[in-house]
């Protein structure tokens, strides 16, 4: 799973890689780009609210794709603060909250009681994937492992959004969180083992 995350980042920053350029040589900001992507992500949560599944999915993946560029753009330009990548990290769970809101919303107004629980589950086991991370990184323990990061969650939805299987996509986000939350947890603990 790993290879291919990797080959497709490298597929993906090879074809953002001409943006980055361009914009590096204007006066925008890695954090511009951060901010334009949090937008671009409401936009796609309304149009949600709106059931413009389709356009809401291609929203979300332009979305992630700022995603990527704000670190591009960061590198390209020397600008690769603390300040950035907090603000990065807190808008990217500010961005997926939206999302999972506005797909409960959608649930809950056609009586899916059982699919709008289910969403906040998928919603739990996405922002504990972050916060194990970050959790194991504040103790010098490496934890980017997993099945179900960040990427794989914007495509799983986008997927679900553009199909019109969005409930199945949101159950299988639940299982696939859950298990990357263990795996989190666990080499966690195993880099913890021995120490003080």
């Not at 890689?17 to 796609?44: C, E, F, K, M, Y």
Request: with cysteine; net charge positive; glycine share 10%.
């Amino acid at each position: 799973m790993e290879v291919l995350r990797q080959q497709i980042g490298a597929l993906l920053e090879g074809l953002l890689r001409p943006i980055a350029q361009t914009l590096a040589r204007s006066d925008i900001s890695p954090n511009h780009v951060t901010v334009a992507g949090l937008v671009v992500n409401l936009i796609a949560a309304w149009l949600i609210t709106r059931g413009d599944f389709f356009f809401a999915g291609v929203m979300y993946l332009l979305g992630g794709g700022f995603d990527l560029l704000d670190g591009m753009l960061a590198r390209a330009t020397n600008k690769v603060t603390a300040v950035g990548a907090y603000l990065d990290s807190t808008l990217d769970r500010i961005s997926e909250g939206v999302i999972f809101a506005a797909i409960a919303y959608v649930f809950a107004r056609e009586g899916q009681a059982v699919d709008a629980g289910m969403v906040l589950l998928a919603l739990l086991g996405s922002l504990l994937v972050s916060y194990t991370r970050a959790r194991a990184e504040a103790l010098s323990v490496a934890c980017k492992m997993g099945i179900a990061t960040r990427p794989e969650r914007v495509v799983l939805i986008a997927l679900g959004l553009v199909t019109g299987w969005l409930a199945p996509v949101i159950y299988l986000l639940v299982v696939l969180t859950g298990i990357t939350v263990i795996q989190r947890i666990r080499a966690t603990v195993v880099g913890l083992s021995g120490r003080v």
